[in-house]
């Protein structure tokens, strides 16, 4: 893509938080992309010390996104409000299949994406959508 990310803002919504999501194409500079404005989102908000593992988290699911769906992919952020200080992550796509969490063998290069979400979250989970799926995932706010 030369040097450009592709990403459209399709929305900023106040919810129970504010809320941010983007719609990336199928194509490898999803990933980039999505690092990309979820750490640029999180600092506006002032959440840099979640921005690492989110951006890692968020990754994960999109490259397995890109692996298995061939329609647009969506990310969504919902900062956190009030007592309860959690950030909730969200990325979609149009495949109706649930991902399952499995045992990767040593050798295997991929497999590792859902563990590794379930390991650094405080929650996470699926389900599924008119049109696709959703995988989120909850990360506490440092106090």
Not at 17 to 30: I, K, L, Q, T, Y
Request: with cysteine; hydrophobic share 45%; charged share 20%.
């Amino acid at each position: 893509m030369g040097g450009l990310l592709a990403w459209e803002v399709i929305g900023v919504i106040d919810t129970e938080g504010d809320c941010v999501e983007w719609s990336f194409p199928a194509e490898p500079g999803a990933v980039r992309g999505a690092r990309t404005v979820v750490r640029g989102q999180l600092r506006s908000w002032g959440l840099d010390a979640l921005g690492d593992i989110t951006a890692l988290l968020v990754s994960e699911l999109v490259t397995n996104s890109l692996r298995h769906a061939t329609g647009p992919i969506g990310v969504r952020l919902v900062r956190p409000v009030g007592i309860v200080a959690t950030l909730l992550v969200e990325v979609s796509d149009p495949l109706p299949d649930l991902p399952l969490e499995r045992a990767a063998g040593l050798d295997e290069e991929g497999g590792r994406g859902l563990q590794l979400v379930a390991h650094s979250s405080s929650r996470w989970g699926t389900r599924p959508a008119d049109a696709g799926k959703t995988v989120w995932f909850e990360l506490s706010v440092p106090g």
